[in-house]
């Protein structure tokens, strides 16, 4: 493709330059690439230019003069320039791939899952772009990020095209929207789950992070808005909107409002009444937390052309989420669930969805990722020894930090008798081998994640489901 039909104004020197590929990694460059020197937080990619050039490089988008012999388009910024031309270069895909964005601090990929069944049992070959997997054409593959830089994404939507497929729901994270990573995507919907503290280490304050979340129902402009207003933000993003948006709620008035709910180890059962009527819904995931997921997914299926009763069968099919209140059996007479829940709000949740589904004690282990939002730490300590019957504080993802450190802001806001074990295989360990008939025990934190960060990007593999299930079938055998 021409360089000049990248850029609108692009000079007379470059305008007829023929480029083969996109690239913001100078690693990725091959002959032909036009290359985009992207300021990040630690590297400059304008220092990589020269490399880029002898790599092949045709032309540069700068943000200031290099002058290296080869044309180059200068922009104010060179990552907002990066989404647009990644999308007229791939032909502006997602004007033909129907595109359904989920946003918020928890929820986003069971309600991301959700839709994307209903949409495919409404014969709609569906992709799927988050945080557990991705799937382009029906095939699986692994995630690196939640949501991918723009030239990733634009060359992604644009394989989904090619493979068939005929929608696709994305997770989009404030840092995505922040960075205009997901600039120039034609949203057919999207989806406000809620907002909680998370990701003040980048945001730094909860107005910030919410008016990154903001961007996608405004900037973007999804031609459907579909809002969660039990959520206060939500509830405000709601009337921001002025009335356009499509609402859910378990607890306040909405286009679609929850109600008879009731929740246990089988699964949720409720009710919905929405514009056209009143639809009862039942699906195996637990918790009222779910129940409003299912809710966002139902309403958005439904603004998209979804049928009712089409809606209604395939959420009742839908399985378990990997990672999210997922329940691992292996035969014991209590109950074991892994859940993401790395939030003070989403501990919050689980815990005390987990509560009626406990006729023993409630045990939970849970650890805060290092590196990240610190503020959050003794909140999450608090809410655990508030609301379980047993603590185990031990590690997530230490990354650079100390783990141990970590461990006492956690212990700050537990207070009280609060156990603690670093090793987190350990900590799963003894609390599987110590509960009894009627327990629930929650392993929270890392939910589906393989693996364990240590300091200098050493990682080690570590699945809490298969971790949970060794430890069972140890703690099984041995009482036999």
């Not at 003040?200 to 808005?225: G, I, S, V």
Request: contains cysteine.
């Amino acid at each position: 493709m021409r360089l000049g039909l990248l850029f609108h104004d692009p000079p007379p020197s470059a305008a007829n330059v023929e480029i083969s590929s996109l690239a913001y990694d100078n690693r990725q460059v091959r002959e032909g690439t036009l290359f985009f020197c992207v300021r990040g937080y630690t590297r400059d990619g304008h220092d990589f230019a020269s490399e880029a050039i002898a790599r092949g490089a045709a032309a540069l988008v700068v943000e200031r003069p290099l002058n290296l012999g080869v044309p180059e388009i200068h922009v104010p910024s060179v990552r907002v320039a990066m989404a647009p031309a990644a999308a007229r270069f791939h032909g502006d895909p997602t004007a033909r791939l129907q595109t359904v964005g989920v946003t918020g601090t928890n929820g986003k990929t069971t309600t991301a899952f959700l839709v994307r069944a209903l949409l495919e049992a409404a014969g709609r070959r569906t992709g799927l772009l988050g945080t557990v997997k991705s799937v382009i054409g029906g095939v699986e593959h692994e995630v690196l990020r939640t949501t991918p830089e723009a030239i990733d994404l634009q060359r992604t939507f644009a394989e989904m095209l090619d493979a068939g497929d005929e929608a696709c729901v994305m997770e989009v994270s404030s840092h995505a929207l922040a960075l205009h990573r997901a600039d120039a995507i034609h949203f057919a919907a999207g989806i406000f789950t809620n907002l909680t503290q998370d990701h003040l280490d980048f945001h730094e304050t909860m107005e910030q992070y919410y008016e990154a979340k903001r961007l996608l129902f405004t900037e973007l402009a999804p031609a459907h808005a579909v809002v969660n207003v039990d959520d206060p933000y939500g509830a405000r993003l709601a009337a921001e909107l002025d009335g356009t948006a499509i609402t859910f709620a378990l607890e306040h008035d909405a286009s679609y409002r929850a109600g008879a709910v009731q929740t246990g180890l089988d699964g949720s059962h409720f009710a919905v009444r929405g514009p056209d009527g009143v639809f009862e819904l039942s699906s195996p995931l637990t918790g009222r937390f779910n129940v409003s997921n299912v809710l966002g997914a139902f309403a958005t299926a439904r603004a998209l052309g979804v049928n009712a009763d089409t809606a209604i069968e395939a959420i009742a099919a839908s399985g378990q989420v990997p990672g999210r209140f997922e329940s691992v059996a292996e035969g014991q007479d209590y109950a074991v669930l892994v859940d993401y829940a790395h939030t003070p709000d989403s501990l919050q949740n689980v815990l005390e969805a987990a509560r009626p589904l406990t006729s023993g004690r409630l045990h939970v282990v849970f650890g805060c990722g290092g590196d990240r939002d610190r503020g959050k730490r003794p909140l999450m300590g608090e809410i655990a020894a508030r609301l379980a019957d047993r603590v185990i504080v031990t590690s997530d993802n230490p990354r650079s930090e100390d783990p141990a450190a970590i461990i006492d802001e956690i212990l700050a806001g537990s207070g009280g008798d609060v156990e603690h074990e670093v090793d987190r295989r350990v900590a799963i360990d003894r609390a599987i081998a110590t509960a009894e008939r009627g327990d629930v025990v929650v392993i929270a934190g890392k939910g589906h994640e393989q693996g364990q960060e240590f300091e200098a990007g050493r990682k080690i593999p570590f699945d809490d489901v298969t971790v949970v299930r060794e430890s069972l079938q140890r703690t099984l055998s041995a009482s036999h």
